[in-house]
C-alpha cells in the first residue's frame, strides 16, 4: 500500500473517533439537563404524596378513637348487666334457700294432717287483742291492708301490687289518740331499742286518720327504716325499704322544706340500694347524696346528719373504676371524695354531740387508719369501746373496732 494513502486512512480514522466522541458529550449534556430540570418536579410530587398520605393516617387515627370509645362504652354496658344479673341471681338463691325448709316443714305438716301457720321472723310478735267494741272492725281493712286466710295481715302499698305478708301485730280496737299525743309516744318507744316494733305498729294503727299530716308521715317513713334494721330476713327487709321509700316520697312532696322529710327519705334510698343492680344503686346513691345536702342545709346542727355525709364519703372514696365510670355515664360526672372529708365530717359529728356514737367512733378510727396516723386511730377505738353497746350497730361497730386494734398491733 502506498504511503500516502496509509496516511488517508489515519486520518479518516482519528476524525471519525472525534466525530463519535462530541456526539457522546452531547448526548451526556442533552441528559444532564433534562434530569435537572424533572428533579424538583419529583420532589413536589413526592411532598403531595406525603402529604396525603399523612392526612389519611389522621383521619384514620381519629376513626380508630370513635371506634374504641364506642367499644368500651358497649364493654361497660356488658359489664353492668353481668353484674346486675349476678345480683338478681345472688338474691334468687338467698330466697331459694329460706324457702325450701319452710316448704319441707309444711309439706311435712300437711302429710301428717296438720296445717301450721309459721311466722317470718322474731320482729313480727304479735301483741294481744283488746276486747272488740264494734262487729265491724275485724272485717273492715283499711286502703294498704288486708287480713289474709292464715291470721296474718299482707301490707300493700300504691306502688306495689304484690301483697307481702307480715304477723298480724295490730289492735282491732284502737286507742284514739290525738296527733301531739301520738307523736310523743311514738318518739319516747323509739328510744329504746326493743320498743321500736311497738312505735312502728302504734303509727300503722293511727295511718288513716294522719296519712295527710307531715309530722306524722316522716315519722312512718323513719319507722319502716327502723322496721329494715330489725329484720333478719332479705324479702322483708327489701320490703320495707320500698314501703318507706315511697312513704318519704309523699312526705317530701307534701313539706319539701322539711329537712327531716329529707333525712329519712335519703336513708330509705340507701336501703333500697342494696337490693339494686349497678345503675340503679348509683341513682339512688344520687338521690342520697342530693336529700342529704337539702336536710344539713336545713337542719345544720343535727349530728346524725354529719355522720351520715361522712359514711357517704367514705364509700365514694372506695369506689371502683368501673362504678365511677357508671356514674359518670348516668349524671356527666364522677363522684370524688376522699377519706379526709369523710373524716371531717365524723369529726363535725363528734363536735356537736361529744360521744356520738360507737359507729361514729369507728369510722373516725378507719379514716385515720387509711391516712397512716396511727395514734389518732389508737384513740378513737379506745374511746369507743368505753361507749354502751345499745343498738344492732352498736354492737356491730364493736366488733370491727377490736378487728381495727387487731390490725394497729401487727
Same mark, same amino acid.
Given at each position: 500500500?502506498?504511503?500516502?494513502?496509509?496516511?488517508?486512512?489515519?486520518?479518516?480514522?482519528?476524525?471519525?473517533?472525534?466525530?463519535?466522541?462530541?456526539?457522546?458529550?452531547?448526548?451526556?449534556?442533552?441528559?444532564?439537563?433534562?434530569?435537572?430540570?424533572?428533579?424538583?418536579?419529583?420532589?413536589?410530587?413526592?411532598?403531595?404524596?406525603?402529604?396525603?398520605?399523612?392526612?389519611?393516617?389522621?383521619?384514620?387515627?381519629?376513626?380508630?378513637?370513635?371506634?374504641?370509645?364506642?367499644?368500651?362504652?358497649?364493654?361497660? $354496658?356488658?359489664?353492668?348487666? #353481668?353484674?346486675?344479673?349476678? /345480683?338478681?341471681?345472688? !338474691? +334468687?338463691?338467698? *330466697? @331459694?334457700?329460706?324457702?325450701?325448709?319452710?316448704?319441707?316443714?309444711?309439706?311435712?305438716?300437711?302429710?301428717?294432717?296438720?296445717?301450721?301457720?309459721?311466722?317470718?321472723?322474731?320482729?313480727?310478735?304479735?301483741?294481744?287483742?283488746?276486747?272488740?267494741?264494734?262487729?265491724?272492725?275485724?272485717?273492715?281493712?283499711?286502703?294498704?291492708?288486708?287480713?289474709?286466710?292464715?291470721?296474718?295481715?299482707?301490707?300493700?302499698?300504691?306502688?306495689?301490687?304484690?301483697?307481702?305478708?307480715?304477723?298480724?301485730?295490730?289492735?282491732?280496737?284502737?286507742?284514739?289518740?290525738?296527733?301531739?299525743?301520738?307523736?310523743?309516744?311514738?318518739?319516747?318507744?323509739?328510744?329504746?331499742?326493743?320498743?321500736?316494733? $311497738?312505735?312502728?305498729?302504734? #303509727?300503722?294503727?293511727?295511718? /288513716?286518720?294522719?296519712? !295527710? +299530716?307531715?309530722? *306524722? @308521715?316522716?315519722?312512718?317513713?323513719?319507722?319502716?327504716?327502723?322496721?329494715?334494721?330489725?329484720?333478719?330476713?332479705?324479702?322483708?327487709?327489701?320490703?320495707?325499704?320500698?314501703?318507706?321509700?315511697?312513704?318519704?316520697?309523699?312526705?317530701?312532696?307534701?313539706?319539701?322544706?322539711?329537712?327531716?322529710?329529707?333525712?329519712?327519705?335519703?336513708?330509705?334510698?340507701?336501703?333500697?340500694?342494696?337490693?339494686?343492680?349497678?345503675?340503679?344503686?348509683?341513682?339512688?346513691?344520687?338521690?342520697?347524696?342530693?336529700?342529704?345536702?337539702?336536710?344539713?342545709?336545713?337542719?345544720?346542727?343535727?349530728?346524725?346528719?354529719?355522720?351520715?355525709?361522712?359514711?357517704?364519703?367514705?364509700?365514694?372514696?372506695?369506689?371502683?373504676?368501673?362504678?365511677?365510670?357508671?356514674?359518670?355515664?348516668?349524671?356527666? !360526672?364522677?363522684?370524688?371524695?376522699?377519706?379526709?372529708?369523710?373524716?371531717?365530717?365524723?369529726?363535725?359529728?363528734?363536735?356537736?354531740?361529744?360521744?356520738?356514737?360507737?359507729?361514729?367512733?369507728?369510722?373516725?378510727?378507719?379514716?385515720?387508719?387509711?391516712?397512716?396516723?396511727?395514734?389518732?386511730?389508737?384513740?378513737?377505738?379506745?374511746?369507743?369501746?368505753?361507749?354502751?353497746?345499745?343498738?344492732?350497730?352498736?354492737?356491730?361497730?364493736?366488733?370491727?373496732?377490736?378487728?381495727?386494734?387487731?390490725?394497729?398491733?401487727?
Amino acid at each position: 500500500m502506498p504511503h500516502s494513502t496509509k496516511k488517508e486512512l489515519i486520518l479518516g480514522i482519528m476524525v471519525g473517533t472525534a466525530g463519535i466522541s462530541l456526539l457522546a458529550l452531547w448526548y451526556h449534556k442533552i441528559r444532564k439537563t433534562r434530569i435537572t430540570m424533572n428533579l424538583p418536579k419529583c420532589l413536589s410530587l413526592g411532598k403531595k404524596f406525603n402529604s396525603l398520605t399523612l392526612q389519611d393516617e389522621t383521619h384514620s387515627e381519629q376513626g380508630a378513637s370513635v371506634v374504641f370509645q364506642r367499644r368500651q362504652l358497649q364493654i361497660l $354496658e356488658k359489664l353492668n348487666e #353481668l353484674l346486675t344479673n349476678m /345480683e338478681e341471681l345472688k !338474691e +334468687e338463691i338467698k *330466697f @331459694l334457700k329460706e324457702t325450701i325448709p319452710k316448704l319441707e316443714e309444711y309439706l311435712q305438716d300437711e302429710l301428717g294432717g296438720k296445717v301450721t301457720v309459721h311466722k317470718i321472723s322474731p320482729q313480727h310478735r304479735a301483741r294481744k287483742k283488746r276486747p272488740t267494741t264494734a262487729p265491724s272492725a275485724a272485717t273492715n281493712n283499711s286502703s294498704e291492708e288486708a287480713e289474709s286466710e292464715g291470721g296474718y295481715i299482707t301490707a300493700n302499698t300504691d306502688t306495689e301490687e304484690q301483697s307481702f305478708p307480715v304477723a298480724k301485730a295490730f289492735n282491732t280496737h284502737i286507742e284514739e289518740l290525738k296527733l301531739d299525743v301520738l307523736l310523743q309516744k311514738v318518739d319516747r318507744l323509739r328510744i329504746n331499742e326493743a320498743n321500736k316494733v $311497738e312505735s312502728f305498729e302504734l #303509727l300503722c294503727d293511727h295511718k /288513716e286518720k294522719f296519712s !295527710e +299530716e307531715t309530722e *306524722f @308521715l316522716w315519722r312512718l317513713t323513719r319507722a319502716y327504716g327502723d322496721m329494715y334494721d330489725l329484720s333478719t330476713n332479705t324479702q322483708e327487709k327489701k320490703h320495707y325499704a320500698n314501703i318507706g321509700k315511697t312513704l318519704g316520697e309523699r312526705a317530701i312532696t307534701r313539706a319539701p322544706m322539711n329537712g327531716q322529710c329529707h333525712l329519712w327519705y335519703a336513708i330509705l334510698c340507701g336501703y333500697v340500694s342494696e337490693f339494686e343492680g349497678l345503675q340503679n344503686k348509683i341513682n339512688c346513691g344520687h338521690l342520697f347524696k342530693e336529700h342529704l345536702d337539702k336536710a344539713i342545709q336545713l337542719l345544720p346542727e343535727e349530728p346524725f346528719l354529719y355522720y351520715l355525709k361522712g359514711r357517704y364519703c367514705y364509700t365514694v372514696s372506695k369506689l371502683s373504676w368501673i362504678e365511677k365510670k357508671m356514674a359518670a355515664t348516668l349524671f356527666g !360526672e364522677i363522684p370524688s371524695s376522699t377519706v379526709h372529708e369523710a373524716l371531717q365530717n365524723f369529726l363535725k359529728a363528734e363536735e356537736l354531740q361529744p360521744g356520738y356514737s360507737v359507729s361514729n367512733y369507728m369510722f373516725v378510727a378507719k379514716c385515720y387508719v387509711d391516712l397512716e396516723e396511727s395514734q389518732d386511730a389508737w384513740k378513737f377505738c379506745n374511746l369507743a369501746l368505753l361507749l354502751p353497746i345499745v343498738t344492732k350497730e352498736d354492737k356491730e361497730s364493736h366488733k370491727e373496732v377490736k378487728k381495727i386494734i387487731c390490725s394497729l398491733k401487727r
